[in-house]
């Protein structure tokens, strides 16, 4: 599919890290330690282009006094990931960050399970995010890599839908080869197609050192959100150190 005239592709590939999973490890034991927002400067020093944090409806990590410091120090974009419920809209409202991105939310879940389903609720979408987008925050949409939904997205007012990268990061840990092979083509093909509407297309969830490159190296791209890899690997080799390596491998896939 021909690229739109007005948006250059293979552009600097935009890393955003998540920092969800620092406020995991100090809620599991309470205080004040580690702190996220610490954590968030280290990976604006390490060249992070942006910061993720999901604030769920049950705080079991990112909490309102975490969005509201980082609201204050960040010198990046922050990337506020939430549920399309009344009290996120209106914590987004108040704080107004650079970017919104709406993801599904199951209470009992582990991690975002999926993309949302747009199609099926488009109108009360629609509405939704309008305010948002009048406040000017940039509106993502977290889906799967399926055509209806990036034209549910599209019609709703999203700017931005972010690829759901699961299905292939876990087919290839699991050793599906056939199934990631699969899982990638539909990945491409779908960032293709969000581009030719004239969306910005990120991806993430569950990318990490093994599986980044092939998703970097698609040039409708622009920006890969990372976290709980990269949270973990910093355990064993620091966090810079770990957003380097990432830094890394996706520049060398976007060349």
Do not use: W
Request: hydrophobic content about 45%; overall charge negative; glycine content about 8%.
């Amino acid at each position: 599919m021909p690229a739109l005239p007005n948006v250059p592709l293979m552009e600097h590939l935009r890393l955003g890290i998540n920092i969800d999973h620092v406020a995991t490890v100090r809620n599991a034991r309470g205080g004040d330690y580690p702190d996220p927002i610490r954590a968030a400067r280290l990976a604006e020093e390490a060249g992070a282009d942006g910061i993720t944090a999901h604030l769920r409806e049950d705080r079991r990590h990112i909490t309102d006094d975490d969005i509201e410091r980082l609201s204050d120090v960040l010198s990046v974009p922050l990337n506020f990931e939430m549920a399309a419920t009344d009290e996120m809209q209106a914590i987004a409202l108040r704080h107004r960050p650079h970017a919104v991105c709406i993801v599904p939310e199951k209470r009992e879940e582990r991690t975002t399970e999926g993309g949302l389903e747009v199609a099926q609720d488009e109108n009360r979408l629609a509405h939704f995010i309008a305010p948002l987008r009048d406040a000017g925050c940039r509106v993502s949409i977290f889906i799967a890599a399926d055509q209806r939904q990036i034209v549910a997205a599209n019609r709703i007012g999203a700017q931005v839908i972010e690829l759901h990268t699961g299905a292939y990061c876990d087919a290839h840990a699991e050793g599906r080869l056939e199934d990631r092979d699969a899982e990638l083509e539909r990945l491409r093909q779908m960032a293709g197609f969000a581009h030719g509407l004239g969306l910005e297309v990120h991806a993430g969830h569950g990318l990490t050192y093994d599986t980044v490159a092939p998703v970097a190296a698609f040039p409708e791209v622009r920006e890969l959100n990372i976290g709980h890899f990269l949270i973990g690997e910093a355990i064993f080799r620091g966090l810079a150190p770990s957003i380097a390596e990432m830094r890394r491998l996706m520049d060398e896939a976007r060349v």
